[in-house]
């Protein structure tokens, strides 16, 4: 049966990682723990029984309580695909980057590879073009 968790949100990867040291030492019937980034504030267990879900958070910082009615997997089971998102790039555009050392800076998309979901850009406003490869998800695309 899946229960879910009430959690404090932001907090869903440290009370799993509390819950998992908790399951090891005091051996607790979970087959598995379910951290979701489309599930704010949520997380999912996966228990024999709604009184061994609330046994295994008893003391557990961050958690706020069970859901009382049990899930099915079919419930949740979309929100816990991962679907790769495509992002409508070409050759030319104009992006800002939003991460690394870089982060902040404008530049000119000049390669994709989208095996390795890749781009490398030139810096704009800097007196050398530098080209510079980096993750796809670490631009934001600016208007034309």
Do not use: W
């Not at 990867?13 to 051996?27: Q, S, W």
């Not at 099915?72 to 104009?94: F, N, R, V, Y």
């Not at 850009?121 to 034309?144: G, Y």
């Amino acid at each position: 049966m899946l229960f879910a968790y009430r959690v404090t949100a932001g907090q869903e990867n440290i009370v799993a990682d509390l819950l998992y040291e908790k399951i090891k030492k005091g051996k607790f019937p979970v087959n598995a723990l379910i951290v979701s980034p489309k599930l704010k504030g949520y997380m999912i267990v996966e228990c024999p029984s709604e009184l061994e879900a609330k046994r295994v958070i008893t003391n557990v910082p961050h958690v706020k309580g069970v859901l009382n009615k049990p899930m099915q997997i079919s419930e949740i089971a979309e929100m816990l695909e991962s679907k790769p998102t495509q992002i409508a790039l070409k050759k030319g555009d104009l992006v800002e980057i939003t991460a690394n050392p870089f982060k902040g800076e404008k530049a000119k998309v000049v390669r994709i590879n989208e095996e390795k979901d890749e781009i490398t850009v030139e810096l704009i406003e800097v007196a050398v073009p530098i080209p510079v490869t980096i993750k796809s998800n670490t631009i934001k695309i600016l208007p034309q």
